[in-house]
């Protein structure tokens, strides 16, 4: 089964090496990892989603818990998960075939980012779903190059994940 | 009040506030401004003769004092040596601060001469570590380091100071206390939660209580002993326990596991509750309850990952032993359990393997007759320093250890002590550890025993012990054999014995006495008694090499 994992950490140098070392050195995988500053700048918030079952999830908090630098660990539950990932993809373009892919970015409420004499490059946040279902859209066409965040979630309603 | 020195000064200055006496290392050109500042100061810095060695002899004095001790390398080669060390600390949990040069802040990166990346390569091993990048830093992450190592589940915590901020000069003040938002380890126990342990162990007919090293870490020897006679349970013990408990307590069973005596394996799986105590629970000694689904399991640790990692727990309690197990005394009342205890005791007196006996006829020395004439000679003030192998196994099994307690508030343990490499199973640990725990306590008789093969790769210190007058005494089980693989060989690959032969040995007796320490051969179990007067006599270093047949068993 996959978690989605938040971790606050102190900002601190090699922060992210003890954390996906500890990871591969107990033989959990990570499916995608983000990690950016929080309000207080001296600590960070990181997004793991990894894959494992209960116990392994367990172990994975319990090891994260005791890392000097990670202040919380929290596993977010799938039923109020509130999680997105940004995807870029450059598609080559010829002119003629502009309406289409603008019809495309239309229906997935994506944006048009950048735009050449033969390329176009088309950015889109939103869930997994709506990302795999964009890069199959787009799968017709030549895929110049893509590049797709990890996630970054949250947990939905009032509560939140503080120091 | 702040003063002005060189970051160098500051960290010997950190050290001698934090009451260090004594360190172990071996320099080097990149932590050559340290040990610059060494001289003059009141610490006494002991030259091993490698630095696994350090390491080895820093966990050696931390386990005796259960405070963090300090051991020092260079940079490059040095530190990669201390790896082991670091590594064999953190499987047991041993508080050790190491602190390493490292090249200049401004060639770190560039695969200069002896730059090595230890943070990085030690970051499997250790509890935290630093790389130094500004000098300012130095006294609060010192004082965090030592506060990392000694508190909680204890561990090694790496300092790596790059050589130029060695010299860099700072504003020094030492601070009393260090804060970390992220790291506020527990030592209450959940009030209901010990209520729940206090009312199964009144339920339970067969209880059992389990000891690990944790014990001695929390300094909880006395009051689990307090516990296990009030409410009459018998004890058991992992490798890493023994001693926590007089080993000629009526209460005490022996220890579990692969290579444990018949009583405490047949307690572990006939106890209907099992009350595990700082035990990490291995998996060699935890193979007779993997399947027990009817057992009702305590466990109580400070380090929650621990807690059913290894075995479903059916209460579990977060906390430190001593604060723990003293909550729990407040509530436990007296308990019968007679027939439980009187069935153990006679299954632990009649157990006729006690003594080994190979079915060979033996052509030396038995050990366990060795050991157990030892134990009779062994003064009550003593720490014993196994290694690895065959020979570990035998004195674990047989070593006697009267009064034998955790240390003290004073952080000095008293009484016999068992010491050994428990969670890596580290050859070469037994002397080093041997030193480290002379120098922490003087008065006692500290005895390293080990085989021929281990001894091989320690004996460069018995230099050190030499030229630092550090009275350890060495007993090596000489079977010219690795004895340990040489029973795996026989055992599981039908007597194919390969690469287990120690020929080309030396005779350790010329070898000690070209380091001008003397010793003495015990080659039949008639001379054993007077070989070991002989070594217990003097207060200098002493050898004996004793005989042990080559087919000797240690798994029956
Ligand atoms: C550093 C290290 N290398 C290898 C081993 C594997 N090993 C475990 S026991 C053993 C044999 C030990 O031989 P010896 O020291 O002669 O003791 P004996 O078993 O004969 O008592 C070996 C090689 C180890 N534990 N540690």
Known sequence: MKHTISILVENNAGVLARISGLFARRGYNIHSLAVGVTDNEKISRITIVAEGSDYTLEQIEKQLNKLIDVIKVRSLSADKLLARELVLVKVACKPVQRTELIDIAEIMAAKISDVSPDSMTLELSGNQNVLTTFEELLSPYEIIEIVRTGTVALQKGSSGIRV | ?556
Request: aromatic share 6%.
């Open chain 2, 1 to 556: 009040m702040s003063e002005k020195i060189t970051v160098a000064e500051a960290l010997v200055r950190c050290l001698e506030a934090e009451g260090i006496k004594k360190i172990f290392g071996y320099p080097g050109a990149a932590i050559c401004p340290f040990y610059d500042k060494l001289v003059g100061s009141k610490i006494q810095h002991i030259l091993v003769r490698h630095e696994a060695n350090a390491g080895h002899a820093a966990s050696g004095t931390a386990r005796i004092t259960g405070k963090p001790a300090v051991c020092v390398a260079t940079s490059g080669p040095g530190a990669t040596n201390l790896i082991t060390a670091i590594a064999t600390a953190y499987m047991d949990s041993i508080p050790v601060v190491i602190i390493t040069g490292q090249v200049s802040s401004e060639q770190i990166g560039r695969d200069v001469f002896q730059e090595a990346d230890i943070t990085g390569a030690a970051q499997p091993f250790v509890k935290h570590s630093y790389l130094i990048k500004d000098a300012n830093l130095v006294p609060e992450i010192v004082k965090k380091a030592f506060y990392i190592a000694g508190s909680g589940r204890p561990g090694p915590v790496l300092i790596d100071v790059p050589y130029d901020v060695q010299l860099q000069t700072i504003d020094f003040e030492y601070p009393e206390s260090v804060e970390l938002c992220s790291y506020k380890p527990k030592y209450e126990g959940n009030k209901l939660q010990i209520k729940r342990v206090a009312e199964a162990i009144k339920e339970a007919k067969k209880p059992l209580i389990c000891a690990g090293g944790g014990l001695f870490s929390a300094k909880a020897g006395e009051i689990m002993r307090k516990i296990a006679e009030t409410a009459n349970i018998p004890v058991i013990c992992t490798m890493m326990g023994i001693s926590i408990i007089p080993t000629d307590h009526p209460l005490f069973m022996g220890m579990i596991g692969m290579h444990g005596r018949i009583a405490p394996n047949k307690a572990i799986s006939e106890c209907d509750l099992l009350i595990l105590l700082g035990a990490r629970v291995g998996d060699r000694a935890v193979t007779a309850i993997k399947n027990r689904e009817d057992l009702k399991v305590i466990h109580i640790d400070i380090d929650p990952a621990e807690i059913g990692k290894n075995l479903p727990v059916s209460i579990p309690v977060v906390g430190d032993l001593r604060t723990v197990l003293t909550q729990l005394s407040e509530i436990i009342g007296t308990q019968e359990n007679a027939d439980w205890v009187k069935y153990l005791h006679e299954l632990k007196n009649n157990d006729k393997r006690q003594n080994f006996i190979s079915d060979e006829s033996t052509n030396g020395v038995n050990p366990a007759v060795f050991i157990e004439k030892l134990n009779k000679l062994l003064p009550d003030e003593c720490v014993i320093s196994a290694d690895v192998g065959q020979n570990q196994i035998w004195t674990a099994n047989s070593i006697r250890l009267r009064g034998a307690n955790s240390p003290s508030e004073e952080n000095v343990s008293v009484g016999g002590r068992f010491i050994t490499s428990g969670g890596m199973g580290t050859m070469g640990y037994s002397v080093p550890a041997a030193i480290g725990a002379k120098s922490a306590r003087p008065e006692a008789e500290v005895i390293a025993i080990c085989g021929d093969g281990s001894f091989q790769m320690q004996s460069m210190e018995l230099a050190t012990m030499v030229q630092h007058d550090i009275n350890v005494k060495i007993i090596i089980m000489t079977n010219n054999r690795l004895g340990m693989v040489r029973e795996v060989q026989t055992n599981n690959y039908e007597n194919r014995l390969t690469a287990v032969f120690l020929d080309g040995s030396p005779d350790f007796i010329k070898l000690a006495e070209a380091y001008g320490i003397k010793g003495g051969y015990v080659n039949d179990e008639a001379e054993a008694d007077t070989a070991l007067e002989n070594m217990l006599k003097s207060d200098k270093p002493y050898i004996l090499q004793v005989k042990v047949d080559e087919n000797e068993r240690s798994i029956l």
